[in-house]
C-alpha cells in the first residue's frame, strides 16, 4: 500500500531534509518515527516531493511511503503524536494508482521572503525573512526575472551532481512588495540543487543597483557557476505548494518524468 504523508516543518534546526547518518533531518526522524511505530529494524523509505536544503522550510512537502498491512487512519494519529514539534503531519492518506511524490509532480512552487526596512523583519519572523540593509527596486527584479522563465539549462544556477541534469521548466519568477517585504515566488517543473537561492541571488544583486536586469541573461547563458551570484541565506525560503495531475494522469506523468530524468 502506497500512502501520501502532507507535510510542513521549520527547518531551522534540521540538517536538510535528506537522512544523513549521526545528522537530524525531516526524513530521518520521520522515517525513525515509522519505525518505532510499526516496530520495524530498518525504517521504512519515503521519497518526497522535493529536497530541500538545510535550514529551508516547508509548508506543502509532500512525500509517499510504501507500507503493507497498517491503518492509515491509527498511523496517521500515531505519528502526530510521534513527530517532534518542528515537523507538522498535516494529512496521511492512501495515494491513488500511479502516485509517486517526486515524479508525478507537475510543478513546485517556494516563495522566498526579504525585508529591506532599516530596522530589519519583525522579530517574531526572522527565522522565515532574510534581512537586507539596502532598499530593492522590485521593477528591476522583475525585469532580471523576465530572462530566466522557460525552459533553459540552469547550470549557472545549480550546484552539480553527477549524472543528474540542470534543465529545468522555470514557470514563475515573480517579486511583490508589500511596504518593507518582498515575496518572490518561484515555479518550475523541479529544481536542481541550491537553484531558488542562487536565483535569488542574482535577482537581489540587480534590485540592489550592482547589476543591470540583463546580467541574469548573461549569467544563465554562461552554462556555469558565476561568483558574482549569492546563494541566499536558506532561512528565507518555504516550500509552499507541490501541484500533481489528476488521478488519471499520475501515471504517465511519474513515466515522462522518469524518462526526462533519464536522458
Not at 505548494?241 to 536522458?263: I, K
Amino acid at each position: 500500500m502506497r500512502l501520501r504523508l502532507d507535510l510542513s516543518y521549520d527547518g531551522t534546526d534540521f540538517h536538510g531534509w535528506a537522512a544523513q547518518p549521526g545528522l537530524r533531518t525531516v526524513q530521518g526522524e520521520i522515517q525513525s518515527a515509522l519505525a518505532t511505530i510499526l516496530r520495524h529494524d530498518r525504517p521504512p523509505q519515503l521519497t518526497c516531493a522535493g529536497r530541500t536544503d538545510a535550514g529551508v522550510h516547508a509548508r506543502g512537502q509532500v512525500a509517499h511511503v510504501d507500507l503493507d498491512d497498517v491503518d492509515p487512519t491509527a498511523l496517521e494519529r500515531r505519528l502526530r503524536r510521534l513527530l517532534p514539534d518542528d515537523i507538522g503531519l498535516r494529512a496521511l492518506t492512501i495515494a491513488p494508482e500511479g502516485f509517486d511524490a517526486r515524479f508525478a509532480a507537475l510543478e513546485r512552487r517556494y516563495v522566498y521572503r526579504i525585508c529591506d526596512a532599516p530596522s530589519g523583519p519583525d522579530p517574531l519572523l526572522r527565522g522565515i525573512v532574510v534581512r537586507r540593509a539596502r532598499r530593492l527596486d522590485v521593477d528591476a527584479m522583475n525585469d532580471a526575472a523576465a530572462h530566466l522563465l522557460g525552459e533553459h539549462d540552469f547550470a549557472s544556477f545549480c550546484k552539480k551532481r553527477d549524472g543528474a541534469t540542470t534543465i529545468r521548466t522555470l514557470l514563475e519568477l515573480q517579486a511583490t512588495r508589500t511596504g518593507d517585504l518582498v515575496e518572490t515566488t518561484v515555479r518550475a517543473d523541479a529544481f536542481c540543487h541550491s537553484m531558488v537561492r542562487a536565483l535569488m541571488g542574482a535577482l537581489v544583486a540587480v534590485g540592489e543597483g550592482r547589476f543591470p536586469a540583463s546580467w541574469s541573461g548573461e549569467v544563465l547563458a554562461g552554462a556555469a557557476r558565476d561568483a558574482r551570484v549569492t546563494v541566499m541565506p536558506a532561512h528565507g525560503l518555504v516550500l509552499e505548494q507541490v501541484l500533481y495531475p489528476d488521478d488519471d494522469g499520475l501515471a504517465d506523468r511519474a513515466a515522462a518524468s522518469r524518462r526526462r530524468r533519464d536522458e
